[in-house]
């Protein structure tokens, strides 16, 4: 628990009383920022107790989910589960009681809903604590009370529609949360809805349930809208795009859940519904990727070309293998060992806090993320753009780098995931404006292997020879071979190239003499020749960043019994 801070000391009391939670009587203090109750000196000579901590408990009321009287129904129906006897004696004694459910965390990272019920005999004093609760919550004007919901009953396991009826919307309802649900039918109808149909006026925010690629619907669909309303064509590559209003909440529910792992920590249905329901906001960064100045999409973890575009090829014909189709694909990518020729351009982040080595890791809170795009920025961005176009050798200010690579990374954040922890570029960050552009040029099997085994373990994966790592703003990049492909053509079978053996000699990797494809969030590019932007805090998801603190109580409960209450304490 930190310390208090001594604004947080001088805080008032709101409300202060002697209630009873479960046998127990307990002293419960209520401040402008936390809710906290101990037991009473009492209550615990009675009990045996010496411990001055053992019962005592605080919790923020950003954190409170919903607070409600308790019906005679609900009592009697607790009374029956419980068959306690002092139970059925401790609500006959004081008949009035209210509910508090509020965030607990469990294992790291994760949510969930507790409740904590209080009694007292005076229905005058139960009303007066749920009706000043219930103001304070609706002071915390980020959350949401209406959102759209969009479900993918075939991602993953096909089990979108189950998680959320069954999870998240019981929570939501708790929360006097409305949510008007939609059932995806195609692929891209919740993109499609979303650009044209849905009245967004009525939202709060807009929820997906499934995976990484059903929040890629609901972001080319809410970023194109946003960008229509406001008469921006996002088409032009120097276009300054305007952030997304609404935010994006994720429930997991598919079979690659990465951007939610980033953000949250952890792929938990309830997890995610808590953040969304406590109204937290994280911005995020989004990579626009254009071809010849054409837009094709947006990315916001994994632009990927060579060894991951390559695995991702391969698995589109194997879509009936299920998720066992990446395991396959990246061993048959990996024995092929290719490599691909061209040139990288990029504009280097200068006066960024933070390198992609510095070990300075992204987490909730982040005061690298903190700062809001200034208009500095957007100059940086003008003269970038001035520069481009007027040199497009990829002087003044830009880097240009020629060679044979067996991989192109750019990774807008950390890329982390239950498989690899730290992910691909473990010190990315959220919302700083950069993507990090990974370059592992032509090696050995052996010496490849050893890179893409430090992305499971703790060892800096870019510690190698032929692996560099820029943090960048903006890149371009040119196969040495770019003739135009379409997607009909990315769908056929490559040629066959003879498998050569593994070997911890330096070996020559397979030159396939044409060019590989890009991934961008899980779908591929039909072109290899592309223009990155990096857009600034574009949108803003229902989440906070990674904890790295499991207590999160900023004020000290100890001050709150100590300080004067600003209104006559009620001791029932």
């Known amino acids: ?248 909440g994720i429930i997991p529910a598919g079979s690659t859940d990465c951007i939610c792992f980033a953000t949250v920590g952890t792929n938990d249905p309830v997890t995610s519904a808590l953040h969304i329901i406590v109204g937290d906001s994280q911005p995020m960064d989004v990579c626009s990727v254009y071809h010849n100045d054409i837009f094709l ?28 189709r990446y395991d396959l694909s990246g061993v048959k990518t990996f024995l092929s060992h290719n490599y691909y020729e061209g040139t990288i351009s990029f504009l280097p982040a200068e006066n960024n806090t933070g390198t992609p080595r510095d070990k300075l890791q992204c987490r909730s809170g982040c005061f690298v993320c903190q700062r809001e795009p200034s208009s500095k920025d957007n100059k940086e961005w003008e003269m970038s753009e001035d520069n481009e176009k007027s040199d497009k050798d990829g002087s003044s200010g830009w880097s240009v780098i020629r060679g044979k690579f067996i991989a192109i990374n750019a990774a807008s954040m950390s890329c982390a995931c239950p498989r690899s922890p730290k992910g691909l570029s473990p010190s990315a960050h959220l919302a700083d404006g950069t993507t990090d552009l990974i370059l592992v040029r032509k090696c050995s099997r052996l010496d490849f292997f050893r890179h893409l085994l430090r992305h499971i373990n703790k060892d800096d994966q870019f510690d190698h020879s032929f692996v560099e790592v820029h943090r960048v703003r903006k890149f371009r990049f040119q196969p040495r071979h770019h003739e135009l492909v379409s997607l009909e053509d990315l769908s056929e079978s490559p040629k066959k190239t003879d498998f050569r053996p593994i070997c911890p000699t330096q070996s020559t990797c397979n030159y396939t003499g044409t060019h590989s494809s890009w991934t961008c969030d899980g779908e591929i590019l039909p072109h290899a020749a592309i223009q990155v932007s990096v857009q600034c805090q574009l949108i803003r998801l229902f989440a906070r960043g990674i904890e790295e603190q499991q207590q999160c109580v900023f004020e000290d409960p100890c001050t709150l019994w100590a300080s004067e209450p600003s209104t006559p304490s009620s001791v029932d």
């Open 1 to 248: 628990m930190t310390g208090p801070s001594d604004s947080m000391q001088k805080q008032p009391r709101l409300l202060s009383a002697r209630l009873f939670q479960k046998h127990r009587q307990v002293e419960v203090v209520l401040s402008r920022s936390v809710l906290a109750w101990k037991e009473t000196e009492k209550s615990k000579k009675r009990s045996g107790s010496t411990s001055q901590t053992a019962h005592s408990h605080a919790v923020q009321v950003c954190e409170i989910v919903a607070v409600r009287k308790m019906k005679d129904d609900d009592q009697d129906s607790t009374d029956t589960r419980r068959s306690d006897k002092k139970e059925k004696q401790l609500s006959q004694l004081y008949p009035h009681a209210f509910t508090v459910s509020y965030v607990t965390r469990t294992r790291p990272h994760q949510w969930r809903c507790s409740d904590v019920t209080f009694h007292c005999a005076n229905e005058g004093l139960c009303q007066q604590w749920v009706q000043v609760l219930n103001e304070e919550l609706s002071l915390l004007t980020n959350r949401p009370k209406n959102l759209l919901v969009y479900i993918n009953p075939y991602g993953g396991k096909q089990r979108g529609q189950r998680v959320y009826e069954q999870k998240v919307a019981p929570l939501f309802h708790r929360a006097c949360i409305t949510a008007d649900v939609i059932v995806t039918e195609q692929a891209n109808h919740a993109r499609d809805h979303l650009k044209t149909e849905a009245n967004l006026d009525k939202y709060d925010g807009v929820v997906c349930v499934g995976g990484d690629g059903m929040f890629s619907e609901i972001l080319h669909g809410l970023v194109t809208r946003t960008q229509n309303d406001n008469k921006v064509d996002q088409d032009q590559p120097d276009a300054e795009l305007v952030p997304c209003s609404l935010r994006i």
């Open 297 to 324: 999409r947006y990315s916001v973890s994994l632009l990927g070309y060579g060894f991951y575009g390559d695995v991702l090829t391969d698995s589109e014909r194997k879509r009936w293998l299920g998720p066992a």
